[in-house]
């Protein structure tokens, strides 16, 4: 009887023995005060929790990628932080401050880690960053170093550097409508002299929200077209060619530009294309410029020929904007059978003042 009890308590103790939960696989990661640390998984994220001196946090509408910052510098130690998502799965990840490090974002599964571009950003100049889509989310390392904000187009990023002292490098993050995740190295460098970067596989050209309808925008611009002229002196004169630029108004944050073509000369004119440009006011003509594309929402009433003796108002509508410094609003009008074309700056002041309708 005696031994039976004993290899019943032997038996007990092994299953216990081999039901012992095993230890989760921890993750050792360094993390900074100027980079902002991120985690991205392949399931959505159910539940955090993280030790003192961090914060972390499920970035809104992205909930598989985690946001975490350093909110005690220079700590000692490691910090502890837990992550459960929706496929069960547990991890555990020990933070150690570094006052530099060489990356800011984590992928869990190993295989989406995407390429580190490396930027220098200057406090004279601002950067643009032009991507395929739009923009849903973007984040700092440290705000106090650089400043970002998209412009009237949703996939434009533009970034400036608050200082041009010799300060430790940030971190940009960003993911675009289609979850493509781009990371930056962004440095101050008061010598920069790149502006512009696009990412996109085309010549860069701004996507905007669909603010309103094209029937109630149709509307508005035939309202435009029945005001009397009241903007003087801005336009181009040439080869018996002239276009004018009428009024802008403004309705719903939306922009109307009125124009007007008019040909004098004895000679059709095929319009090969009108476009408009935010480009840089060149002050050294051996530096690149800089330009992009401003698309329009609605093309009311534009003709591509203008028959001789012949004039042509029409309304091109954009997402409101303004022009940022040191850049200018340029109109382009070629023709398709020559070299007369037309080429004329509007002011930002014109903009700033448009007239509501």
């Known amino acids: 009887m005696k031994t039976k009890f004993v290899t019943i308590l032997l038996c007990a103790f092994t299953v216990l023995a081999s039901a012992q939960v095993k230890k989760v696989s921890t993750t050792r990661l360094e993390i900074s005060f100027d980079k902002t640390l991120h985690l991205v998984f392949d399931s959505k994220v159910k539940y955090i929790d993280g030790a003192t001196d961090i914060q972390a946090e499920i970035v809104p509408n992205l909930p598989n990628i985690v946001k975490v910052v350093v909110t005690q510098e220079n700590y000692k130690g490691t910090r502890g932080l837990s992550v459960i998502t929706a496929d069960g799965v547990f991890h555990s990840f020990e933070l150690t401050f570094k006052e530099d490090v060489d990356y800011s974002t984590y992928y869990d599964n190993k295989k989406d880690s995407s390429l580190v571009t490396n930027i220098n950003v200057s406090n004279d100049e601002s950067t643009h960053l032009i991507f395929p889509q739009k923009i849903i989310y973007f984040n700092i390392g440290n705000e106090l170093t650089l400043e970002a904000e998209t ?76 005001i009397p002229k009241s903007i003087t002196s801005v ?52 530096s690149p410029e800089q330009e992009i594309e401003m698309t329009p929402v609605l093309n009311y009433k534009y003709q591509s020929v203008i028959n001789s003796n012949v004039s042509n108002t029409f309304v091109l509508a954009f997402p409101k904007f303004t022009i940022p410094d040191k850049k200018k609003f340029e109109v382009e009008i070629y023709d398709k059978d020559g070299g007369r074309h037309l080429t004329f700056t509007i002011k930002d002041d014109l903009i700033i003042n448009a007239v509501p309708i």
């Open 235 to 286: 336009g181009e004169r040439k080869n018996k060619l002239t276009c004018y630029l009428n009024n802008v108004n403004i309705n719903n944050d939306v922009l109307f530009f009125t124009f007007e073509i008019i040909n004098t000369s004895t000679l059709n004119m095929n319009i090969d294309f009108t476009k408009c440009f935010i480009k840089d006011k060149r002050t050294n003509k051996n």
């Open 151 to 226: 412009i009237s187009s949703s996939n434009i990023l533009k970034i400036r550097a608050k200082t041009n002292k010799n300060v430790l490098p940030t971190s940009l993050f960003v993911v675009t409508d289609d979850k493509q995740k781009y990371e930056f190295l962004m440095k101050s460098d008061s010598t920069a002299s790149t502006y512009t970067y696009n990412f996109c596989d085309k010549a860069g050209v701004a996507i905007f929200d669909n603010i309103t309808n094209d029937k109630k925008l149709a509307s508005v611009a035939e309202k435009c077209l029945k």
